[in-house]
C-alpha cells in the first residue's frame, strides 16, 4: 500500500516515526522547512533523510507544486496528520483509498482549533483520539477510528498530549492492518458536534475575578509546550506555568486579587473569586503581601 504522509507538527513526526518502524510503504513525504504558525513545528526533513524517504518541502498542500509531487507518487492511500490547511478537492481524490486525517477530539463534537488546551480549560473529563476520512469540511467525514482517553485533574498540556499520542500511535497501526485486508469498519453517528474557535490571546489572561478551578484549568491547558498562561500586573505581561488550588476557610470577605502571602519573587498565594490559588512556577515578579494583582 502506496502511502504519502503529510505533516509538520510533533505529533507528525511521531507518526511518521511509527510508520517507519512499521516498515510501511512511504512513497512521498509532504512537510515544510519552517513555519511561524505552529508552535510545535518539527522539520521532517531530517527524518527522512535519515531513512531515505523521499520528501518535499512547501507552503501549501494545494499549490501546483504540490499536487504535481504527490501525483508522481500515485499513492493509494494519503495520511494527513498534523497540518492546519484544508486539502482541496483534487488532493482528496488524488489516491486510491482517500486521505486520512486525525483529531485528538471527540469527533463529531469539539471539532476545530486548539482540541486540547479547550478540553483542559473547559475541565473535561475525557476526550479521544480520532482517525476520519477526510472530505472538504475541518474535521469531518466517516470516522475510522476512535478511542477515549480520560483526563484526570492532574494531567496538563504535556500529559494529555501524551496520553493521545499513546492511544493514536496503536490506532494508526490497526488502521493501516484494516486498510490492506480490505476490512475498515467505519464508525457511524448522527450528532451535528460543535466546532471550538481559535484562542486569542486574551483568552489565555488570568482574572483573578475568576474561580480557582478556572484559573487551574486555563494555566494547566496553556503550560509548556504551550507559551503560557499570563496576568498583568502594573502594566506588566507574567506568565504563570503551575498553580495549586487551597482550601482554607476564613477569605470569604476578601477581595479577588489580593495577594495574600509571598514565599517568593515566583511562589505566593492569591484570593480568587471563591477561594485561593497558590502560583507555585510563573515570571518573577517583585509583590508584597496585601499587594493587588489587578
Keep these: 500500500m502506496r502511502i504519502v504522509f503529510i505533516g509538520c507538527v510533533k505529533s507528525s513526526s511521531i507518526f511518521l516515526q511509527k510508520l517507519i518502524e512499521m516498515k510501511e510503504d512511504l512513497v512521498g513525504v509532504v512537510t515544510k522547512a519552517e513555519s511561524a504558525f505552529h508552535a510545535d513545528f518539527v522539520d521532517l526533513g531530517s527524518i527522512c533523510r535519515d531513512n531515505n524517504i523521499d520528501y518535499i518541502q512547501i507552503q501549501h498542500v494545494n499549490d501546483i507544486q504540490s499536487k504535481k509531487y504527490i501525483k508522481s507518487k500515485k499513492p493509494d492511500l494519503i495520511l494527513c496528520l498534523g497540518w492546519s490547511q484544508l486539502l482541496d478537492e483534487e488532493v482528496l481524490h488524488i489516491p486510491r483509498l482517500g486521505c486520512i486525517g486525525f483529531h485528538p477530539a471527540e469527533l463529531p463534537y469539539n471539532r476545530g482549533r486548539h482540541p486540547l488546551i479547550w478540553a483542559l480549560v473547559l475541565g473535561l473529563e475525557k476526550t479521544a483520539s480520532s482517525f476520519f476520512l477526510m472530505d472538504a469540511d475541518a474535521d469531518r467525514g466517516r470516522m475510522v477510528s476512535q478511542k477515549y482517553v480520560d483526563i484526570d485533574i492532574s494531567d496538563d498540556a504535556a ?136
Design 159 to 294: 500529559s494529555l498530549y501524551d496520553k493521545v499520542m499513546d492511544a493514536a500511535v496503536i490506532q494508526l497501526g490497526d488502521i493501516l492492518s484494516d486498510f490492506k485486508k480490505h476490512k475498515v469498519a467505519f464508525i457511524e453517528y448522527e450528532a451535528e458536534g460543535n466546532l471550538w474557535r481559535k484562542r486569542g490571546k486574551e483568552d489565555g489572561r488570568i482574572d483573578w475575578r475568576m474561580s480557582s478551578r478556572g484559573i487551574y484549568n486555563l494555566v494547566r491547558a496553556l503550560t509548556k509546550p504551550y507559551l503560557g498562561a499570563h496576568f498583568i500586573y502594573q502594566e506588566k505581561e507574567y506568565k504563570v506555568w503551575k498553580v495549586r488550588e487551597i482550601y482554607r476557610k476564613g477569605y470569604e470577605n476578601i477581595e479577588p486579587g489580593k495577594v495574600i502571602e509571598v514565599f517568593s519573587n515566583f511562589n505566593f498565594i492569591v484570593k480568587t473569586a471563591d477561594g485561593l490559588i497558590e502560583v507555585l512556577e510563573c515570571d518573577c515578579i517583585s509583590i508584597e503581601m496585601g499587594s493587588y494583582l489587578m
